[in-house]
Every structure is written in C-alpha cells, then in structure tokens.
C-alpha cells in the first residue's frame, strides 16, 4: 500500500495488467487487510485468516478455486514495467517463471537485504530450472538468475501445481517440506523445487532487470527514486 509516484505499490501492478488485457485479478489478503477496502471495487479478494502461522505457498491456496487456465501468480512487493508481463505471456511452457539474469545488480550498494536471500536459480542448457530457492549454496557464477516473484500456469500446468501442492501436503502431515521447517512454512519456490525433483519441466523466462523488490525501508527508497526516471513503466 506504500506509494511510489503518487501511486499504491499494488495498483502499479494491477494497471499494468490491466493494459495487457488481464481483467480479472485476484488479491490475497491477511495482515490488516482493511487496508485494501478501498479497491474491493476493483479485485476479487481471498482471506488467508492464519497468516501468522503460514507462508507464501499456503497463503497463495486460499485463491485455488482461480488458479485454472492461464494465470499468472506474483508476488506483491515487486514493482515492474509491462515488458516484464510480456515475455512471460510469450512463453508457451506449462510452468514458467520470471528470472532476472542480471541480478547480481541489484545488491550493489543494498545492505538492508543480503545476496544470500536472493532466490536464486539454476537453469539447464534448454532453459528448465534445475534448482530454486534462497541460500542455494552455490558459487554465483553458476546462478542463472534470480526469480522475481512471478510465474505462468497455462494448459495443464494449473492441474499440476494444484495435483502435487495437495500431494505434498498430505504427505508432510506438518513435518518438513523441501528447505521449510514445516509445509505451511513453505515458499512457493519449494513447491518448484518439488516439481523439479518430480521431473515436471518448469521453463525459466529471463530478463534484463525491469523490476525491483521491496524488502525494506532501504528497498523502498531506492525503487521511489527508479520511478522517478522512469525505470519503471
């Protein structure tokens, strides 16, 4: 809800899917979410009532009753320009996602938040991850880039996610889920990785910077100060 150029961060992003042609949007909500009353208007809205307890990859299946077809599923503490929404849409893959080969650039002079939370990835020579998640362990030079926040489902990839999200849950029956300490703890990388080590090919869209996260105050600053040269469309 912080604005950047006069503008909540959230409707930077739902105007640039609304330029594509995307008009049907559904928002998340737990942590004071009166806050985005005054859009209910404009989205559809899901309630993730344990919030305190769970993560990205639960919260994200409040909304499972949309995630068919195409979609498209994101993170909302990204700002991006609309070239990043259009490379994704030219992906014909099942499973893609949003890497940023260039991420390196992004923690120059970025002290708040740390290289080692960068979630990174590992692509084969075709393009498909191989591996996905913070702390990979890894020299950098072997990263292929950092994931955004963003992914595309299309034909049975919805079907997939949902097929192996349930799979996996019933098998953890709250122990260990991938690198979470438990599944509700999870990221939505870990249910990648998951799908990764299950032979599910998961296609790597990847960009030249376009986009910014926003993590801290530090984060926050620095992404004002992009806006305002127009880093961002």
């Known amino acids: 809800m912080l604005e950047i150029g ?32 005054i859009f ?20 994200l299946f409040y909304a499972e009753p949309k995630i ?21 849409l030219e992906s014909k893959e099942e499973i893609s996602i949003v890497a940023d080969v260039d991420w390196q650039e992004n923690y120059i002079g970025r002290r708040d938040h740390p290289i080692a939370e960068a979630e990174s990835v590992i ?17 950098k030079d072997l990263i292929s880039g950092e994931f955004i926040g963003m992914l595309m489902l299309r034909g049975n ?19 260990p889920f991938q690198k979470a300490a438990t599944f509700s703890k999870a990221y939505i990388t870990d249910m990648i990785q998951e799908l990764v080590d299950c032979s599910v090919k998961v296609n790597c869209v990847k960009i030249h910077n376009g986009w910014k996260e926003i993590d801290t105050i530090e984060d926050f ?13």
């Open 123 to 139: 692509c084969d020579s075709k393009g498909y991850v191989q591996k996905i998640g913070k702390t990979l362990g890894v020299d």
């Open 157 to 175: 990839g919805a079907n997939t996610l949902k097929r192996f999200y349930h799979k996996s849950r019933k098998k953890c029956q709250g122990g």
């Open 221 to 233: 600053k620095n992404a004002v100060v992009l806006h305002k040269n127009m880093k961002f469309g």
């Open 40 to 59: 209910k208007s404009d989205f559809n809205y899901y309630f993730n009532e344990n919030y305190q307890n769970n993560n990205i990859l639960e919260s």
């Open 6 to 37: 006069g503008k909540p961060l959230i409707k930077h992003q739902t105007d640039i899917l609304l330029s594509l042609g995307i008009k049907e949007i559904h928002v998340i909500k737990g942590y004071k979410q009166e806050a985005l009353d």
């Open 68 to 88: 068919n077809g195409q979609v498209i599923i994101l993170y909302s503490d990204i700002i991006f320009n609309i070239k990043v929404v259009e490379k994704l």
